[in-house]
């Protein structure tokens, strides 16, 4: 009988073995999505982000002119 006891647990064991081995590739699947749900987000957060910083670099430059232009005047 512990003969058959023994070999029952390793039946078992080697089903949700082979459950957890027949997971894996529904589990790379829904990994790869969400990887690549990610970088799409994360794409569309750095274009704008580009999109602010030349924004921002263009008021700069637009500022400074503005200020050589005041010096100017200021010293005639």
Request: net charge positive; with cysteine.
């Amino acid at each position: 009988m512990k003969n058959g006891f023994r070999l029952t647990n390793l039946e078992k064991g080697q089903e949700r073995i082979e459950r957890k081995i027949n997971s894996i590739p529904a589990q790379c699947e829904r990994l790869e999505t969400s990887i690549d749900d990610n970088i799409k987000r994360l794409s569309h957060i750095q274009e704008r982000q580009q999109l602010v910083i030349e924004t921002l670099s263009a008021r700069s430059i637009q500022q400074e002119a503005a200020i050589k232009e005041l010096n100017l005047i200021t010293k005639k």
